[in-house]
């Protein structure tokens, strides 16, 4: 929770360019975000918002036509004698880091896993390739693994089809957790599985979590799960950050435009009816990104000032009971309360939106 | 809600629309079933005697996991697929799909929307050609420039606009929520009175999929549509659908309007459901103290734990099922006015909410 102390993942002015004949796509752009021992930061964002970018980057996993042209990432897991800049490192210090120190969960187990080998026999590759063990011995923590994320030992010899999706994707943990990482990249774990699959999943990770220390970084598109997950939020638009804070900062003073217009985007199940209003319009094109705030086609609060704005991120300011420092917002002129601009004005703009969104919600 | 006995009154191919709030159903399935054969004399029961009744103006929401049902019982009620018993009546006329005529007949009063718009639309054709077809098939007899002004005015309808700089545009031009407005306006083509959405907004990113939904509703309003809202989404139903449709198994679990039904749900798979779907005002939740959840899966997980031959569908994973739960299928019983449960158990699941127990009038 705290944000004190040495983060295990620093990552630090990242950006990353896609690049085309159209001209250069800036998927991330100058992107500041650290995750802590044991800690699990949340990482919201809209499809091509740039999350998945950043997560996969961060681990040099990325092909041209992407591009890395900045910025450094720093890993200070114990294991690791000093604490190294994955940018920097060589071909055979990454492929001691993948996996063993830094693990991914895919989000489709389908894909990930390999459908001509039997769960045992994917476990002992991975086993075999980070581990210096015995065959016996890596077929005694290939059951084990199973054993940690509630699968019966009977299925070490199933093959992917005759798995259900959500032991798939519970294999896929047990994958990631098979060198006992210190950090794991979760990238929408459970987005193609029915809620209570998911709602069982989670609760696992949380419980895998605590019982076993490591770092989470979780992708998503669903920030009313982060809420509910995540420690620390951070939300991804157009490749840059506009707002971190703790889970409960970010549901009870959200700072930034975006981050106040997502959470009045998704009905909740429980409580009183709340008034919805969704963010009418689209993400930007990354290609020619529009001056200053890429969100401020679409940003209610939107002025003339925000085509020059400076979009580092900044303390959010002025609020009494937010005393914490790390609750940072790119916003420098909108606070958790200021109040929402008439949308009188905004919704004749709109069109009919507006209007049928109100009407929807009374 | 829907009685046998009203749509038996409404004889004649009258196609004049009914109050909204009241009169007959626009579309209404009676014991409606769909069985699979999936070879060596194994049978998937994947709908199984579904009652619902459509009014225009109305949405229904179907509510369930994947492999539910809930798309095949869109699929029965488009004449996709023949069910393997029940009656589907339109406009309280039996529904008759056994010629072309018949068929199209039947299409252009009920439309489908599916889930994804990338696989609906045709990639090699233009907005304004997926839009056409359905006009000139549906409203046959209009002259070139008619077509021309319907497919203006359609896209205008889905607030495609300016009409012009989208109708020559090709699906990979169009954002996923453009591309699913495109699906919106080719069904209302066909002048449906009937619109099944699958899933329609499943597929977007979450800030677009309200403005959707808000689209869709007011589509529904504007034209009188019957809507059947499909979603696994339990919320969204509850801020969108008149009554909810609770599905398991092919079964429908729990009936009731929205609001009661998703604050005091009745049926444990409906608890079950309502228990797991994600509650940002929930911080500090069982989730992160990693405790589990209220009612669990009672050790069986999902997948797994099948649909049993005999019984309640629900008995494997149900923390109350006894003996009786696993002898006897349960049907839908009445707990109050609105509202009715499958389940034995409901003196226990729904204290408060059960009345007096009796069968139901209609499936």
């Known amino acids: 929770m705290s944000a004190a102390g040495e983060p295990v993942l620093d990552i630090r002015d990242f950006s990353v360019v896609y690049r085309s004949p159209g001209g250069d796509v800036r998927a991330a752009d100058s992107v500041n975000l650290a995750l802590h021992p044991g800690e699990v930061v949340g990482l919201a964002g809209e499809s091509g918002s740039g999350k998945s970018t950043l997560a996969y980057g961060a681990c040099r996993l990325l092909r041209p036509p992407a591009l890395i042209t900045g910025g450094s990432i720093r890993y200070a897991g114990r294991r690791l004698s000093a604490p190294a800049d994955i940018l920097q490192m060589r071909p055979d210090e990454l492929k001691r880091l993948r996996w063993r120190e830094i693990a991914i969960v895919f989000q489709s187990a389908m894909n990930a896993l390999n459908p001509v080998l039997n769960v045992r026999d994917q476990l002992v590759d991975v086993i075999h390739a980070h581990l210096p063990v015995s065959r016996d011995e890596a077929h005694e923590k290939a059951a084990s693994l199973l054993d940690l994320v509630g699968i019966p030992r009977a299925r070490l010899r199933s093959y992917p089809h005759e798995l259900s999706g959500g032991m798939r994707q519970r294999v896929m943990i047990a994958m990631a957790l098979a060198t006992d990482p210190e950090v794991v990249i979760m990238d929408e774990p459970t987005t193609a599985l029915d809620v209570v699959v998911q709602r069982d999943i989670l609760a696992q990770i949380v419980e895998l979590k605590e019982t076993l220390g490591f770092a989470i970084l979780f992708i998503t598109h669903d920030l009313s799960l982060l809420l509910e997950l995540a420690d620390r939020i951070a939300v991804m638009y157009a490749g840059q950050l506009l707002e971190i804070g703790t889970a409960g900062e970010i549901h009870r003073e959200p700072a930034h435009p975006y981050t106040k217009g997502l959470l009045h985007s998704f009905p909740s199940l429980r409580g009183p009816r709340r008034d919805l209003a969704g963010i009418p319009g689209s993400p930007p094109d990354l290609k020619s990104p529009p001056p200053g705030c890429p969100f401020l086609p679409r940003c209610d609060y939107g002025t003339d000032a925000c085509t020059s704005v400076d979009m580092s991120l900044a303390t959010v300011s002025g609020v009494s009971t937010s005393a914490d420092p790390y609750h940072v917002t790119a916003c420098p002129f909108v606070r958790p309360d200021t109040p929402a601009p008439a949308k009188a004005a905004k919704a004749a703009e709109a069109g009919t939106d507006a209007r049928a969104a109100e009407e929807l919600t009374s | ?363």
């Open chain 2, 1 to 363: 809600m829907s009685t046998m006995k009203g749509a038996g009154e409404v004889g004649g191919a009258q196609v004049q629309p009914a109050p909204a709030d009241d009169g007959a159903p626009a579309m209404e399935a009676v014991a409606l079933s769909k069985d699979f054969r999936l070879g060596r004399g194994n049978i998937l029961r994947a709908v199984r005697d579904v009652g619902l009744s459509l009014y225009r103006g109305k949405v229904i929401a179907l509510v369930g996991e994947s492999g539910s049902g809930k798309s095949t019982v869109a699929r029965l009620l488009a004449g996709q697929e023949q069910p393997t018993s029940g009656t589907i009546r339109l406009d309280g006329q039996p529904v008759d799909l056994s010629g072309h005529r018949a068929f199209r007949r039947h299409k252009s009063e009920v439309q489908l929307v599916f889930q994804d718009p990338f696989a609906s639309l045709n990639p090699v054709h233009t907005v304004s050609y997926h839009l056409e077809r359905p006009i000139r098939l549906h409203q046959a007899g209009k002259s070139k420039a008619e077509v021309a002004k319907e497919v203006e005015a359609l896209l205008e309808q889905v607030r495609l606009t300016p009409a012009g700089q989208f109708s020559g545009k090709y699906p990979h031009e169009l954002s996923g929520g453009q591309r699913q407005r495109v699906s919106f306006a080719r069904a209302l083509a066909a002048e449906p009175s009937v619109l099944l959405a699958d899933e329609p907004v499943s597929m977007l990113d979450v800030s677009i999929r309200l403005e959707m939904l808000s689209l869709l509703d007011d589509l529904r309003k504007r034209f009188r549509l019957a809507l059947l809202y499909i979603t696994h989404d339990i919320a969204s139903a509850r801020y969108f659908a008149d009554e909810v449709l609770v599905m398991y198994g092919g079964q429908i679990v729990e009936r009731g309007p929205a609001e009661e039904l998703t604050q005091r749900p009745a049926h444990p798979y409906t608890q079950l459901l309502v228990s797991s779907a994600p509650d940002p005002d929930n911080l500090g939740s069982t989730l992160r103290s990693g405790t589990g959840i209220k009612i669990t899966s009672n050790g069986a997980r999902p997948g797994e734990a099948g649909i049993p031959a005999a019984g309640c569908l629900f008995a494997p994973r149900c923390p109350l099922a006894d003996d009786h739960c696993r002898a006897e299928y349960p049907q839908l019983l009445q707990v109050s006015p609105a509202r009715s449960a499958a389940c034995w158990r409901l003196d226990i699941a729904a204290g408060e909410l059960t009345g007096p127990q009796e069968p139901q009038t209609h499936p």
